[in-house]
């Protein structure tokens, strides 16, 4: 599986965004998909989960009421919806795909198959 993100930008406080994740090579109809990301010196971080189906999602306490993940199967494609972003926010955001037809949690870089190059995102104060 092919992941290209795209979306991101230089933005100000408070407004939204909405990255999306493109596959290719195959279907991702029976992966969970993950959005991580990381920021200029720190660690790759958990921000969202979706599951194959799209009926389980999970979040990362500090985006948890502002963001939303979501998938279109058809279109092969998930999407992070950002709102309310903060400059905290800035990252760059990698999606990423585990083969799975559970509704686990999977929260940990490891625990994903493939890796998409990341989309930048910046937030101004």
């Known amino acids: 599986v092919q992941l290209q993100a795209s979306g991101g930008g230089l933005v100000q406080a408070g407004v939204s965004l909405r990255l999306s994740c493109a596959a290719s090579?195959?279907?991702?109809?029976?992966?969970?998909m993950g959005w991580f990301r990381q920021a200029p010196g720190k660690e790759r971080e958990f921000v969202a989960q979706?599951?194959?189906?799209?009926?389980?999602?999970y979040y990362a306490d500090s985006v948890k009421g502002r963001f939303t993940i979501s998938r279109d199967n058809a279109k092969n494609t998930v999407y992070l919806q950002m709102n309310s972003l903060k400059p905290e926010d800035t990252a760059v955001y990698l999606c990423?795909?585990?083969?799975?037809?559970?509704?686990?949690?999977?929260?940990?870089?490891?625990?994903?198959?493939?890796w998409g190059q990341g989309t930048l995102v910046t937030v101004s104060s």
């Open positions: 990423a795909a585990r083969a799975s037809l559970g509704s686990g949690y999977y929260y940990t870089p490891h625990e994903y198959h493939y």
């Open positions: 979706i599951s194959w189906s799209g009926g389980r999602t």
């Open positions: 090579g195959r279907t991702i109809s029976n992966y969970a």
